[in-house]
Every structure is written in structure tokens, then in C-alpha cells.
């Protein structure tokens, strides 16, 4: 039966990782090493055959995606689809900010995320919905992928793919520039090969 490999690579340490800042959407690079760490899968797939790298268009993501467009000899679609979730009015604050002003919003999207928005954001049924439009295309119109993303996209990726309810999201850990392969079969079968490899 035929089938295509799907690998969901998260980008690395930011350079305000250390802050618990809601990042969403922002254009926050990454460290030295976080971008060190992100590349350092570049061997491991010389031999997979990758025929399209797809990322977001944030540096964090789109920067070492280039790197391996250009290492693997394969082709890179840039896509604003991929984005982390928007965190709306929380972008750039830190948990405690946010806890501290609008506390009563935050207890209330930790119980309902997946339909509870971020203020002027997006909920994860959201995220789900841009997402999984952009990754069914390419897995239509493209065999072996490679994704470089951000943890929130690749969780639901994850559980779309293997018929997960949204509600789990938070109980798949992804780490930074951890690696996920799944292979998707022609009859809508996906396998879960590993999850979160260092």
C-alpha cells in the first residue's frame, strides 16, 4: 500500500524562552543554540527523500527551514498558514502578567481552550481549522514532508491526523526542536512512527 512520510520538527530555544512569554504570532528568533539544535537533524534525513520542507513565515521557523531546503536539495513553501496560534492581546506578556491582570479570561481558556479564544486571538479549534486545510493539500499534492513548526501547530497536526480529540492537546509534550514522524497511508491510515525524539 502506498503512503507518504510526514515529519513535524519543532524550531528551538528562543531568546525569551526562559521568560514564560506568550509568543504566538511574534517574530521572536532564536537563540545560537536554539538555532543549532534545530539544524541538527540535517544528516538524519540525507537519505528520507524529502520532496518538500513547508514552515511558517516566522523567523523561528522560516530561517532554518532555508537551511534545509538548501541541504537537502529539496523545494521550501513558506506558508503564513503555519503560524503558532495568535495570542491576541496576550502576545509578548508573561504568564504572571497575564495572571495578574486577566486572571478570571485565563482560568477560563485553561478550562475550554479548544473553543475559548485568546483574546482577540484565536482558540484551538481555530488553529486546528488553518492548519489542517494547509497540511491536507500538501500531503495531497506532495510524498515525503518535512515541517519545521511551532509546538502548537504540530500537536494538531497530531491529533487530526490520528483522529485524537482536540481536548488532549496539552497531553502530547513536544520539546524544542524535537522530532515526529507519521506515515499516512493512501486508505486514511496514519501510523505514529516516534513522537518528540531528541
Excluded at 25 to 39: C, K, P, R, V
Excluded at 102 to 125: A, M
Amino acid at each position: 500500500m502506498n503512503y507518504k512520510d510526514l515529519y513535524l520538527l519543532r524550531h528551538g530555544e528562543l531568546v525569551n524562552s526562559s521568560k514564560n512569554i506568550f509568543n504566538g504570532q511574534s517574530d521572536t528568533e532564536l537563540t545560537e543554540t536554539g538555532f543549532n539544535e534545530t539544524i541538527k537533524w540535517i544528516n538524519f534525513f540525507r537519505d528520507k527523500n524529502i520532496s518538500i520542507i513547508i514552515s511558517s513565515d516566522l523567523k523561528r521557523t522560516k530561517i532554518p527551514a532555508k537551511i534545509y531546503s538548501e541541504k537537502l536539495w529539496s523545494k521550501l513553501i513558506v506558508l503564513k498558514e503555519l503560524r503558532e496560534i495568535n495570542a491576541g492581546k496576550w502576545e509578548g506578556l508573561t504568564y504572571s502578567e497575564v495572571m495578574k491582570n486577566d486572571n478570571e479570561y485565563l482560568q477560563k481558556r485553561y478550562r475550554d481552550p479548544v473553543n475559548t479564544p485568546f483574546p482577540e486571538g484565536e482558540s484551538l479549534k481555530d488553529l486546528k481549522k488553518r492548519v489542517i486545510k494547509c497540511i491536507n493539500k500538501n500531503l495531497r499534492d506532495y510524498s515525503n514532508i518535512l515541517l519545521i513548526g511551532h509546538s502548537g501547530v504540530i500537536r494538531v497536526i497530531i491529533l487530526s491526523l490520528l483522529k485524537i480529540p482536540l481536548k488532549n492537546f496539552f497531553k502530547f509534550q513536544i520539546d524544542f526542536a524535537s522530532l515526529t514522524h507519521l506515515r499516512v497511508f493512501d486508505d486514511g491510515n496514519v501510523v505514529l512512527f516516534f513522537l518528540n525524539k531528541t
